[in-house]
């Protein structure tokens, strides 16, 4: 997965070294995503290619929301009424949600626990004021996403059947599907 990614980031950079119209773009933000399960904080950072109107880039970051996680994504941002260095936009993310750390690993009564990586998907608009005669802008987004969590643990016990001539494992598994609101405020170089 690591080798793909790679080669896609190399493939981009050549092709963007080769053609004057792209121009490498990173969107930085800090926000904050409410739910069901409260308020908590996150970072992401969006590195790629804008052309013309269009911004596609490849991110992650740290989410804490519920249970700590690194989302890594690819993001696809569409400028819409463009109005000199002001202008709206929409975005769309998708990649996987990686657990933090095996939190479940501590729980008395339990053996084995892993946790699971998952789906992240999240969408948004924004508006982007522009700085200066450069590329760099202050972003302001409001969003939606979402973020699967979840763990699958081994209990200490063993359960024993008369009609099973082998011990039987059993295994807990949780599964979290949380959706959040967000609101993020970056910078884009």
Same mark, same amino acid.
């Given at each position: ?21 792209? /121009? ?11 739910? &069901? ?13 804008? #052309? ?9 970051? /740290?989410?804490? =929301? ?5 989302? +890594? ?21 998708? !990649? ?6 095996? &939190?479940?690993?501590? #729980? ?7 946790? /699971?990586? !998952?789906? =992240? ?5 924004? #508006? ?13 987004? +409001? !969003?939606?996403?979402?973020? #699967?969590?979840? &763990?699958?643990?081994?209990?200490? =016990?063993?359960? =024993? ?29």
């Amino acid at each position: 997965m690591k080798l793909l990614l790679i080669a896609a980031v190399i493939s981009l950079s050549l092709s963007a070294a080769a053609q004057n119209k792209f /121009l490498f773009s990173s969107q930085n933000y800090v926000g904050l995503t409410e739910g &069901e399960h409260g308020s908590k904080w996150q970072l992401q950072t969006i590195n790629g290619f804008k #052309y013309k109107t269009w911004f596609a880039g490849i991110g992650t970051g /740290l989410d804490w =929301y519920y249970q700590k996680s690194i989302p +890594v994504f690819v993001d696809i941002t569409k400028d819409i009424f463009p109005n000199g260095n002001r202008n709206f936009f929409i975005s769309a993310d998708g !990649g996987i949600n990686f657990p933090w750390e095996d &939190e479940r690993a501590s #729980y008395p009564g339990y053996g084995e626990a892993k946790m /699971l990586n !998952g789906l =992240y998907w999240g969408t948004g608009i924004g #508006y982007k004021i522009g700085i200066g005669k450069r590329n760099d802008a202050i972003l302001l987004q +409001v !969003g939606y996403s979402y973020k #699967y969590s979840g &763990e699958k643990s081994k209990p200490m =016990y063993i359960l =024993y059947t008369p009609f099973i001539s082998s011990p039987m494992e059993l295994y807990d598994r949780n599964d979290y599907h949380l959706r959040r609101l967000s609101l993020k405020i970056g910078w884009k170089f």
